[in-house]
């Protein structure tokens, strides 16, 4: 929800207009359920979820309205939410401030809207929240609660102690997970969030990133890019650009003859060479020895197309069970396989079309057609263009960021390593559509710098900022 919020931000409906929005769907159910000139206390936390029920009170002109405060009003904790505290203060509305938990006075209303806490709830109700929550279900009052019943986790439907019981609920945008099993009616409202805020990668994705990054720290990846021979710039992109997507390690597995060309790019790789001048089915029992110690493996950047090379991947990919990202060259063995892998596929209109798959010139056709092809393959595919296209075979994904400069050499692999160091990190789908929005935002600053002259080194060296929240 937060990273949807985010993204909805991005394209002009800021969360103030969300919450205005919040606001009155919470009216409409009061009107619902109590007749005009009816008593309603509103309780209101010092969250967005409370400030959701300040916006109702604007509403409810025709109502006997009393807002009861939990905190000090110095305490709201949004600026949005304090200013449509202000409002109410300056177009003296009944309101009490609840100081003390001693002092609060429910009163008998005819309905109760609770507007303690939504989604931002963090373990048992604190005071004066909990005294609150024991009047109100003691209250003979109808009960409307507002996102979700106060004390409940949205996500999971428990309670680390007392929460408000309700008799309606009215909640955002969507559906939430810990609402399905409540004994009670709950009712989803529409605010205005664009489709195209879930649709399109945004600011908000790059949310999960934190808090991936947060719960594995010191497990950022490490990333294992086979590729080279013919090429050595490729794989020797790839693994930087995993490094600057985050990864804490990055080897290249790379035919012996260009492995000190492939070191010599960069001290901040581990390169390991096999045998002869490119990849082969003999190298490819030690390649899964290998591979089976990494979090996710690169494969195909540089490798070429030789026969030997292409069997060799169809047989790595037949035995592997982890999680790879499969681009260039590599690419068209995919359909012909069957593996118990992971695989994330990147390929531009080209290689798609080489593995089987079918492109259009509508974005929009191409959106379907890549979600029908993802779901025939089994995998995941990130699909490069002006638009790329994200699918899993289920849910998609659209990112706009990037620019025509980006046609240049090398951009292909800094993606592709990027993906992978975040696979590392976050389920297939987020990996490579996060990979996309940053990888075509460094693409977005260096055209700022270069315009048409940009290189993929350029990419490199942006990416982290590509990846941050505040790049902007
Ligand atoms: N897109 C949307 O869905 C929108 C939702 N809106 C509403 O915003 C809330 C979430 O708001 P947020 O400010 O993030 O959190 P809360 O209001 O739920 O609570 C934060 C507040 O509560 C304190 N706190 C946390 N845990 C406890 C506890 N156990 N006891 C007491 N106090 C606690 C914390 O310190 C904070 O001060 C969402 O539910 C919707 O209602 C937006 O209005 C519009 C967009
Ligand atoms: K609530």
Redesign the pocket.
């Known amino acids: 929800?937060a990273a949807?919020?985010l993204n909805a931000e991005a394209l002009g409906v800021p969360?103030k207009q969300?919450?205005e929005s919040?606001g009155n769907a919470v009216a409409r159910a009061c009107r619902d359920l109590a007749d005009p000139g009816a008593s309603v206390a509103i309780v209101a936390?010092?969250?967005?979820?409370?400030?959701?029920a300040l916006v109702a009170a604007r509403f409810l002109k025709a109502y006997d309205v009393t807002v009861h405060l939990l905190g000090r009003p110095e305490t709201i904790?949004?600026d949005i939410a304090r200013e449509n505290w202000d409002a109410l203060v300056a177009g003296e509305a009944d309101r009490r401030t609840v100081t003390d938990s001693v002092a609060f006075d429910l009163g008998d209303p005819d309905l109760v809207v609770d507007a303690m806490?939504?989604?931002?709830?963090?373990?048992?109700?604190?005071e004066p929240?909990a005294t609150a929550a024991r009047a109100i279900n003691e209250s003979a009052a109808t009960v409307l609660a507002?996102?979700?019943p106060s004390g409940l986790d949205a996500d999971t439907g428990d309670a680390a102690g007392l929460a408000v019981d309700a008799d309606r609920v009215v909640t955002?945008?969507d559906d939430k997970p810990g609402l399905v099993d409540l004994d009670c009616e709950v009712v989803v409202a529409d605010?205005g969030?664009p489709e195209a805020a879930e649709l399109f990668t945004g600011p908000g994705d790059l949310l999960a990133l934190d808090r991936d990054a947060q719960s594995h720290k010191g497990d950022h990846g490490d990333v294992l890019v086979v590729g080279g021979g013919p090429y050595t710039g490729a794989p020797a992109l790839a693994a930087q650009s995993a490094l600057r997507a985050g990864a804490d390690l990055a080897r290249v597995a790379c035919p012996e003859g260009v492995a000190r060309e492939v070191q010599g790019y960069s001290e901040n790789l581990i390169v390991r060479g096999f045998s002869g001048d490119r990849l082969a089915p003999e190298h490819v029992p030690d390649l899964l020895d290998f591979a089976a110690d990494r979090d996710v493996v690169v494969f195909g950047p540089g490798l070429g197309d030789a026969d030997e090379s292409l069997d060799a991947v169809r047989e790595f990919l037949a035995a592997y069970d982890g999680t790879a990202v499969v681009d260039a060259d590599a690419l068209q063995v995919v359909p012909e396989v069957e593996t118990e892998a992971t695989l994330i596929c990147t390929p531009h209109q080209g290689e798609l079309r080489k593995m089987g798959g079918e492109t259009d010139a509508d974005w929009e056709t191409r959106r379907d057609l890549v979600r029908e092809f993802a779901a025939d393959l089994g995998h995941t595919l990130l699909v490069k263009g002006a638009y790329d296209v994200v699918s899993d075979g289920d849910a998609v994904r659209v990112n706009r960021t990037g620019n025509p400069g980006m046609t240049v050499g090398g951009t292909g692999d800094v993606l592709a390593g990027a993906t992978g160091a975040l696979a590392a990190v976050l389920p297939p789908l987020d990996a490579a559509a996060v990979a996309a929005y940053a990888n075509g935002r460094a693409g977005d600053f260096a055209a700022e710098e270069f315009g048409g002259g940009l290189v993929a080194t350029d990419l490199l060296e942006r990416l982290p900022v590509g990846l941050r929240g505040d790049g902007e």
Do not use: Y
Not at 45 to 52: A, E, F, I, T, V
Not at 117 to 126: I, K, N, Q, S, Y
């Open positions: 929800m949807v919020d969360r969300l919450m919040s936390g010092r969250g967005n979820n409370g400030g959701d904790s949004t806490l939504g989604t931002g709830v963090t373990g048992a109700l604190r929240e507002v996102d979700v955002f945008h605010i969030i």
